[in-house]
């Protein structure tokens, strides 16, 4: 069964401090895996696509790498505005848009 | 920036009733999804739409859903009779390949 888990559930970081999300997976045939942001309310907001093993996107201050395993959403010296819940998501082989999601990793930076 | 409109952000409905909700997908893509989140829980799949015919659909997408693109802009999914556990956040969602989905803002509704 296709499975998504994220960790830390919550990461409190003070401004400027750096640090890493988990997304640990299983799926029958990768076709791709998706970070999204999700604030309060809101719906979850497109970030990257990985692909394949070894692969890297940056975006600001956000750094996403895959594994065979998992993926790591790095964030290097984060803002206030940072805060929010990170989604990870993969999309199997055989899919037609059915992703995937984990339950997210709530980040909240401090001032 | 294109984006993906929902309508309405929040329905309150009595058990039983019917609920439809619209979205208008991003006007270039052809493949368009319904998702919920239940407060607290994951974001799960219901269903995917291409070429005007379900091409996916999860076991929560049973009998009483249906889903519609009634014209050339818009895309509905219909709940026939709601019960207390279809309260939760609904996502609509649109992509030009099966890959990267563009999500509304999403629907509230609450079935009491």
């Known amino acids: 069964e296709d499975q998504v888990t994220q960790s830390p559930e919550a990461l409190r970081l003070q401004e400027g401090e750096s640090s890493s999300l988990n997304c640990s997976y299983t799926v029958s045939g990768l076709r791709g895996l998706f970070w999204y942001r999700q604030d309060p309310g809101k719906g979850p907001e497109f970030l990257f696509t990985l692909y394949s093993a070894g692969e890297e996107k940056e975006k600001e201050r956000l750094k996403a790498t895959l594994t065979k395993k998992e993926s790591f959403l790095h964030i290097t010296a984060p803002k206030p505005e940072d805060s929010a819940t990170y989604l990870c998501?993969?999309?199997?082989?055989?899919?037609?848009?059915?992703?995937?999601f984990g339950k997210g990793t709530k980040l909240s930076v401090k001032p | 920036e294109p984006e993906v409109t929902q309508t309405p952000s929040h329905q309150v409905t009595q058990m039983g009733q019917e609920v439809i909700l619209r979205c208008v997908p991003i006007?270039?893509?052809?493949?368009f999804y319904w998702y919920r989140q239940i407060l607290g829980q994951k974001v799960e799949f219901l269903v995917s739409f291409y070429n005007n015919e379900i091409s996916e659909k999860s076991e929560i997408f049973d009998d009483q859903f249906s889903v519609e693109r009634p014209d050339g802009s818009n895309f509905t999914l219909k709940i026939r009779s709601t019960k207390l556990e279809d309260s939760a956040m609904y996502f609509c969602?649109?992509?030009?390949?099966?890959?990267?989905?563009?999500f509304g803002e999403g629907s509230r509704l609450t079935v009491l």
């Open positions: 006007s270039n893509h052809l493949y």
């Open positions: 998501a993969v999309q199997g082989r055989e899919s037609q848009g059915n992703l995937i």
């Open positions: 969602a649109s992509s030009v390949t099966t890959g990267e989905l563009f």
